[in-house]
């Protein structure tokens, strides 16, 4: 990416953020295959890249590419300090009356500063340009009201770049099995995620409307276009790895009213003929993208609230442990070793507690963590941050 002598300092007022060329956008996912290909090739994962700014959610504006870069310096021949991408999300905010308002957060990814430049301040540079710049992005689209990360290397060093981990950065984690579905979970396909996913904002938007003690709340809407964007990602590498796609998008079990259902994606960070044993921990699996409990109100409380009674959720009880065996089943026939239930709400945990399924709660402190800087009205960093609810995996990019 050029040569190290002669570099402009972190504080240099001739740095500025840009956009990057399709040819730079190579340079960078080919210096940043090596963390993030997974179990793609270098070649495939720069393919990935380019199909996934396709797709619904990234094309149109929906991702912009940003690099740290001097301003004097032409494109194709500048030295790239930093680089990263952001996601324009589709986000609602509410306040304790319930009154509510539209507006988008920024979701961050691939921050990379190349191995030979760092420890000389350009990543921190590049965060603090992003968070002033972010704030005023793409505004035809509606209001900022914040933007957010998930970081690999812990907690400290964004925090000290002003994105908060959240308080809730724990999920569950539930070994794979060789098994029959049970018959009352029902599959879901790709043509009928467009209606769940209609249900379950309007179900958010009721949720959120609700008064609440909390001040402020703010939640990633599980759109579609989300949930399109991580099945074209699984599906890239599921044809990469067995010759096919998966025709299975998540289960449903319950009568109306009363049902419980997930939508999941099958993630493989290296292959699964790969002869190194994996650890609790390790990334790959079925990750469950959405889980949805109707009638769950513990969704729109303060994290760890529980219910007063679970004996009232009875019928999604059982709903809930026939979607998660389902689940666990659906990890086994596709060689992935367990399930991840990203932050689930307070009735959710209470109701798996006595469903007899085997479950691990891990704490994220050095992966996945979720970190997120939001704005007051008046454009500046809010100091008394909103929670954040419904943080599951779709939210993730």
Not at 13 to 31: K, M, R
Not at 85 to 97: C, G, I, N, T
Not at 322 to 347: F, G, M, T
């Amino acid at each position: 990416m050029g040569s190290t002598s002669g570099l402009l300092n972190s504080d240099s007022p001739h740095l500025h953020l840009a956009q990057p060329t399709p040819e730079e956008c190579n340079q960078i996912w080919t210096s940043t295959a090596a963390s993030w290909k997974d179990s793609l090739t270098t070649t495939l994962y720069i393919d990935q890249n380019w199909y996934l700014s396709t797709v619904p959610h990234t094309k149109d504006g929906g991702i912009t590419h940003w690099v740290l870069v001097g301003k004097d310096q032409s494109p194709n021949q500048r030295q790239i300090f930093c680089s990263c991408e952001s996601y324009r999300q589709r986000s609602l905010v509410a306040d304790e009356k319930g009154n509510i308002e539209e507006g988008i957060v920024h979701g961050i990814a691939s921050v990379f500063c190349p191995s030979e430049l760092r420890g000389r301040g350009y990543g921190t540079r590049h965060m603090k340009e992003l968070a002033m710049v972010l704030y005023g992005w793409q505004a035809e689209h509606g209001k900022s009201i914040g933007s957010v990360l998930y970081s690999d290397i812990g907690k400290e060093y964004y925090a000290r770049a002003g994105w908060l981990p959240d308080p809730g950065n724990g999920h569950l984690i539930f070994p794979s099995i060789k098994m029959e579905k049970p018959v009352v979970a029902k599959p879901i396909h790709e043509s009928e995620l467009e209606a769940l996913c209609l249900r379950d904002e309007a179900m958010i938007r009721k949720a959120m409307a609700t008064p609440s003690e909390v001040r402020k709340r703010v939640v990633v809407l599980p759109d579609l276009d989300h949930m399109i964007w991580h099945i074209r990602k699984e599906d890239f590498v599921t044809d990469y790895l067995f010759g096919k796609n998966p025709g299975v998008r998540g289960v449903i079990a319950g009568s109306p009213g009363k049902q419980v259902w997930a939508v999941w994606v099958r993630r493989y960070f290296k292959h699964p003929d790969n002869p190194v044993k994996a650890e609790l921990d390790d990334a790959s699996g079925l990750y469950i993208l959405r889980l949805v409990v109707e009638g769950d109100e513990t969704t729109n409380k303060p994290y760890g609230q529980l219910p007063l009674s679970t004996g009232a959720y009875l019928k999604q009880a059982a709903a809930l442990k026939a979607v998660l065996q389902a689940a666990q089943a659906e990890a086994a026939e596709w060689r992935l070793d367990r399930v991840k239930l990203w932050e689930p709400s307070p009735l959710v945990e209470s109701l798996l507690r006595k469903s007899g399924l085997d479950a691990i709660r891990v704490e994220r402190t050095e992966t996945f963590v979720s970190c997120a800087q939001w704005y007051s009205e008046d454009s500046d960093v809010a100091e008394d941050a909103p929670a954040w609810v419904n943080n599951e995996h779709y939210a993730w990019c």
